[in-house]
């Protein structure tokens, strides 16, 4: 599970809870809309014969810059972690999941 990790590294604190309930959220939608497109594929045949995109590709496409976006905040990417100090092992992860819920 992410959140424990990111709370003992330091990156996560009660405060952050909106900024990882978005982060959740545009991973469910990335998800949702990968399993509609791998069924149903990319694109589709509108009623006068024109292919056409999905607009599952656009969600997912969204979802992904959101993801990119809140991920880069709690350092989920190469360069985020370059740039931040991960402070000591926070031991007390239990009272931040306590306090959020």
Same mark, same amino acid.
């Given at each position: 599970m992410l959140t424990p990790?990111? &709370?003992k590294l330091g990156l996560l604190t009660e405060v952050d809870a /909106?900024? #990882? !309930?978005g982060l959740c959220a545009a991973w469910s939608d990335f998800r949702?809309?990968?399993a509609v497109l791998k069924k149903k594929g990319l694109t589709f045949?509108?009623?006068? =014969?024109?292919?056409?995109? $999905?607009?599952?590709v656009g969600i997912r496409n969204k !979802? #992904?810059? +959101? +993801? $990119?976006?809140? =991920? %880069?905040? &709690? =350092? #989920?990417? /190469?360069? !985020?972690?370059? %740039?931040?100090?991960?402070s000591d092992a926070n031991e007390n992860a239990e009272d931040f999941f306590a306090a959020i819920n």
């Open positions: 990790r990111l &709370f /909106p900024a #990882l !309930a949702v809309t990968t045949k509108t009623r006068t =014969g024109y292919i056409a995109q $999905r607009p599952e !979802a #992904l810059q +959101i +993801i $990119r976006s809140f =991920g %880069s905040e &709690f =350092g #989920l990417t /190469p360069a !985020a972690r370059a %740039s931040i100090e991960i």
